[in-house]
């Protein structure tokens, strides 16, 4: 009897938070990573069915740069990057297409409706959500460096996410983005697409779910990890290195994010178990939350 007292003492300690958060936004993305451990995307994906349950609106943006490496080196394509970016020929925006925006878009759909919970995949073939334009990068020397089809997103479409999450239904959402002048599709870092997101829809949290326990003074020691970063000390960061590769434009659109409007950011471990209900409906500081 003990026990089940103390179950029930747990659900009244969530009810203050399932208070505060229900009716509002939270944008989580998704990150490669996690995808590819079938394991940590089911209990993930649990989760946000336990968020949705309750009267939240989780909205679900999400990459699969892993799965895409992997379809491009079957197709023979050598996966090239430049500043963090996919380079993104024809041929490779085919693949980033079909493995993004259908494979992982329909799976995470399917696997939350499986799990018991309503989600709506938001593609090309369903209904897109996403508009961008042609990213232009400079190098070191101010010449501008080509890409290819890669994108930033311009607009979202704020009501058809709203209206999913109104009838209580998951939006899921692949960073691809098409392009309203020309109509073509681009290519969009997964994490500009979460943040994009967050902006537009004036979220109330935003958390990335990442291989890593946060940001770290060392990143190859998870007892470095920063609970609270602030811009200047991100920047400090960046400019000597300790925050390298992946890290970087994930920081970068956080701090930029902050600046426009989204309460609160987090970068946690999508790896273990329930990282995102700590975080949501506990006092435990689990990972990095990035503040002004
Ligand atoms: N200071 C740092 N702290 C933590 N991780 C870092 C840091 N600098 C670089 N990284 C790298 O960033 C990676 C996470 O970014 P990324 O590969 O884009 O992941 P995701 O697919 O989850 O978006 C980590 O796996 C780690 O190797
Ligand atoms: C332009 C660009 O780089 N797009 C990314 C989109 C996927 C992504 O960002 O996935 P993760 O979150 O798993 O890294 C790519 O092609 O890999």
Redesign the pocket.
């Known amino acids: 009897m003990e026990e089940a007292i103390q179950k029930a003492d747990v659900l009244i300690e969530a009810l203050g938070w399932i208070r505060q958060f229900r009716d509002k936004i939270t944008v989580i993305?998704?990150?490669?990573?996690?995808m590819e451990n079938p394991d940590a995307l089911r209990h993930v994906l649990i989760d946000i069915v336990f968020m949705e349950t309750v009267g939240m609106w989780p909205v679900v943006v999400h990459?699969g740069?892993?799965a895409i490496s992997r379809a491009m080196e079957a197709a023979k394509i050598e996966p090239r990057f430049i500043h963090?970016r996919r380079y993104t020929d024809d041929a490779t925006l085919k693949i980033v297409e079909e493995v993004l925006a259908g494979e992982i878009n329909e799976g995470i759909a399917a696997n939350i409706e499986e799990i018991g919970g309503r989600a709506m995949n938001l593609n090309f073939k369903t209904t897109n959500v996403l508009f961008g334009e042609k990213m232009q990068l400079e190098g070191p020397d101010g010449e501008s460096l080509d890409l290819g089809n890669v994108g930033k997103v311009t607009r979202v479409d704020r009501t058809t996410i709203e209206n999913l999450c109104y009838a209580g239904q998951v939006p899921i959402i692949p960073s691809m983005a098409l392009d309203e002048a020309t109509g073509e599709k681009l290519n969009v870092n997964?994490?500009t697409a979460a943040n994009a997101v967050a902006e537009a829809l004036g979220a109330e949290k935003l958390v990335?779910?990442?291989?890593?326990?946060?940001?770290?003074?060392?990143?190859?020691n998870a007892e470095t990890l920063?609970h609270s970063l602030n811009g200047e000390k991100a920047r400090a960061?960046m400019a000597d290195g300790?925050?390298?590769?992946?890290?970087?434009?994930?920081v970068e659109a956080c701090l930029q994010t902050l600046d426009r409007g989204v309460k609160k950011i987090h970068i946690i471990d999508?790896r273990m178990r329930h990282s995102l209900l700590l975080e949501i409906y506990t006092n435990i500081g689990v990972g990095t939350e990035i503040v002004h």
Do not use: E, Y
């Open positions: 993305k998704l990150g490669g990573s996690v990459g740069g892993a963090g997964a994490d990335f779910l990442s291989d890593v326990n946060g940001v770290r003074t060392d990143k190859d920063v960061m300790r925050i390298a590769s992946g890290m970087i434009p994930k999508g």
